[in-house]
């Protein structure tokens, strides 16, 4: 599904290296998680994968399901089914959740030559979604994450995700600033969308996210590389023994 | 005090190319407002109030031309029942009006109560106009009042069933209108009028509205999207107790707009909401100037004016509250903003609070900026294309100013000319 190939990515401003050569390879119908200490180059792999301004690849690739996404515009990414939740939901004052949901599902149904969906079957479809995610009417009719708590926002995002089935699934530490229940009602709107055909990049610190979305594989990311790669036991051994062992052991 | 000497000329030269209309029981005041026209002479650049916009064009003695544009759509409120009144290039056409009877209303025209001795208006008609021209002066008023062609006289005593809609249509390249109506809206009635149209080539209007105690009064203007035509309008308001103005103003396009607004709060307990939202390319130039005075306790004013400006247009704001003494438990809000599509327009802002009060809660505020990117970022990472994400993002920043209007549907079709307006620039 997701190939991305010996990926280095400076910024666009400053002469700072911050991806080194990140190899990676998600399948269709897999999860795969990435771990790693602060400032590692997480985030930045998921913003350069969904278009964000401010990066320049300086060599590598990533395609998806064979096609080169970098040179993609982010709105043809997301029409091609890349999607990012994000660390830090964006507020946007004046545009109503709603109308985004059904400006944003009906964008990328036109990219694809596909139909819009009818003001009557976006609604049903929104309303059965948010029920499950525990997004009341209220908070689908205020504007774009604008005074939404931090759990609500993470679940406003899972929400997107569940309206505009992506095919690859970018999760940049979704968990954090959830409570327990949130956490639970984040992880079931996930695993309901796991299928055979979508694939699943999770980005988190915490064992716990993974408790609930089993991961088939996990990375640890460090420095701007992909220093180590194994099954679900590695997370617990980051949540055990922290990195320093496997940092020294990849002599990071 | 005796004129500077270019003021002076200046002046003589346009009110030279004038003459007093018959003014029957209007009279009076035309000479009255004459004389403050010859006393504070019509400005000019190097006035204060005239800072950021040249009115040069806005005085001169010939106006300059503006080609009638054909719009190539329906004009702005036709999908309403209303009372229409029409103009054209600043004369009622009455084939083109409705029948101006109305229950719970009476219209009409200036010319027509000019032969009355005795008549309501009389004691408005630039009445308010000549109030507000302390403590800053506005000649262009002035100069209105005393030449005005045509206009209505419009006296609200009940609910009338629709609103009254004045359309100002442009027929010709080189009209040259002034327009002057006068509102009295009646202790507890309450009436809504809608303005729209170009008007002319060049349009001098002005609105004198006294709303009694009770009373309210709903104004939502829409100027024409002809690209040449320029305008000076003011609008005098006068609130009595409990009384209610509110009103909105849509302007798309015109190489020149001054839009002054001054209103009194002269009862306890009264509510002036004025907004504006503007979007202009290029050689706009749009001006908002709003001097609201609250005298009486317990009032509350809001003016909230949003700009759109790119490709080189410019936006200015002049607003001031000036709180009186004894003005009390005063709440006024003043917010101006522009969104800069591009680093060649500009917004000139100048907010003023003058509060003689002790407790009252005033706050002003004045930002420009640029669309923000992490938003934009966010709406295409969803897969909305960037001018749509652009286009959400411009009709998000006027929002505040256009939940200002009372009416939804109302609300609705402006909204539908933003976007029409934004769609075009893609
Ligand atoms: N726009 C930017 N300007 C300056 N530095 C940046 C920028 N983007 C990323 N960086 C730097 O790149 C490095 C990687 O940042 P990134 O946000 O990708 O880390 P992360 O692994 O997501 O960290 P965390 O676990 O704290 O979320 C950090 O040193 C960060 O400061
Ligand atoms: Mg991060």
Redo the contacts with the bound molecule.
């Keep these: 599904m997701l190939e991305i190939k010996n990926l280095h990515v400076k910024?666009e401003?400053?002469d700072?290296q911050?991806l080194k050569g990140v190899n990676l390879t998600v399948e269709a119908g897999k999860v795969h998680a990435i771990m790693?200490?602060?400032?590692?180059?997480?985030?930045?792999?998921s913003?350069v994968l969904s278009g964000r301004d401010?990066?320049e690849v300086t060599d590598g690739e990533a395609t998806l399901a064979g096609e080169d996404i970098l040179e993609m515009e982010p709105e043809e990414r997301a029409a091609a089914g890349i999607f990012l939740a994000f660390?830090y939901p964006v507020e946007i004052p004046g545009v109503g959740n709603m109308t985004f949901l059904r400006t944003a599902v009906n964008a990328q149904r036109k990219a694809r030559g596909e139909e819009e969906l009818s003001a009557s079957d976006f609604l049903k479809d929104v309303r059965a979604k948010a029920k499950t995610l525990k997004i009341d009417a209220e908070m689908l009719k205020r504007p774009v994450n604008v005074g939404f708590s931090g759990g609500e926002k993470k679940r406003n995002e899972i929400l997107q995700m569940a309206m505009l089935e992506p095919k690859m699934c970018i999760l940049?530490?979704t968990d954090s600033g959830l409570d327990v229940d949130a956490m639970k009602l984040v992880s079931e709107g996930v695993n309901a969308l796991r299928d055979e055909g979508r694939g699943f990049l999770v980005?988190t610190?915490y064992q716990r996210l993974l408790d609930h979305i089993k991961p088939d594989v996990v990375h640890i990311?460090a420095d701007?590389r992909i220093i180590k790669t194994g099954g679900p036991e590695l997370a617990l051994e980051v949540e055990n023994n922290g990195y320093a062992d496997i940092l020294a052991e990849e002599g990071v | 005090m005796a004129l500077p000497e270019r003021k002076q000329s200046d002046t003589d030269a346009r009110l030279a190319a004038m003459t007093l209309p018959e003014g029957g029981c209007l009279a009076e005041a035309r000479k009255a407002a004459l004389s403050r026209v010859q006393t504070m002479g019509l400005p000019n650049r190097r006035d204060e109030y005239w800072k950021y916009t040249r009115p040069d064009t806005l005085v001169q003695a010939d106006a300059p031309t503006a080609a009638v544009f054909d719009a190539g759509e329906a004009p702005m409120f036709d999908e309403f029942d209303r009372l229409k009144v029409v103009f054209v290039d600043g004369v009622f056409d009455a084939e083109a009006s409705d029948d101006l009877s109305l229950e719970g209303i009476s219209i009409e025209r200036i010319a027509d109560i000019c032969d009355k001795d005795i008549h309501w208006a009389k004691d408005l008609y630039g009445v308010l106009e000549a109030r507000g021209q302390t403590p800053v002066a506005r000649p262009l008023a002035a100069l209105n009042t005393a030449f005005a062609q045509d206009g209505v006289v419009i006296r609200v005593t009940g609910t009338p069933s629709k609103p009254v809609n004045l359309v100002y249509r442009h027929g010709s390249d080189s009209s040259d209108a002034i327009l002057h109506h006068v509102v009295r809206v009646e202790s507890g009635a309450s009436a809504t009028i809608l303005e729209n149209g170009p008007a002319a080539s060049r349009f001098n209007k002005c609105m004198e509205v006294d709303v009694a105690d009770g009373g309210a009064l709903h104004l939502v203007r829409a100027q024409g999207r002809d690209h040449e035509r320029r305008a000076a309008t003011h609008l005098f308001a006068r609130l009595g107790t409990e009384s209610v103005f509110k009103a909105f103003t849509l302007t798309v396009n015109g190489v020149l707009t001054r839009n002054e607004a001054v209103i009194e709060l002269t009862g306890d307990d009264a509510v002036a909401h004025i907004a504006g939202a503007c979007v202009g390319d290029g050689d706009f130039h749009h001006d908002d100037t709003v001097f609201i005075t609250h005298d009486a306790v317990n009032c509350e004013s809001r003016q909230v004016f949003k700009k759109v400006l790119r490709n080189g247009a410019t936006g200015v704001f002049q607003g001031k509250i000036l709180v009186k003494e004894g003005a009390q438990k005063t709440d006024g809000y003043q917010i101006s903003q522009s969104l800069l599509l591009d680093d060649d327009s500009q917004f000139l802002a100048k907010p003023e609070l003058e509060i003689y009060a002790d407790d009252v809660a005033c706050s002003h505020g004045s930002t420009s900026g640029a669309i923000d990117e992490e938003g934009l970022f966010y709406l295409r990472s969803r897969g909305v294309p960037t001018d749509v994400a652009a286009d959400l993002l411009t009709l998000a920043f006027l929002a505040e100013a256009v939940e200002e209007i009372e009416d939804d549907e109302i609300a609705a079709a402006l909204v539908a000319r933003l976007e029409g307006w934004l769609a075009r620039r893609r």
Excluded: F
């Excluded at chain 1, 790693?36 to 792999?45: A, E, R």
């Design positions: 910024l401003e400053e700072k911050i790693g200490p602060n400032g590692s180059g997480k985030s930045t792999l913003y401010g990066y660390q940049d530490e980005i610190h990311m701007g």
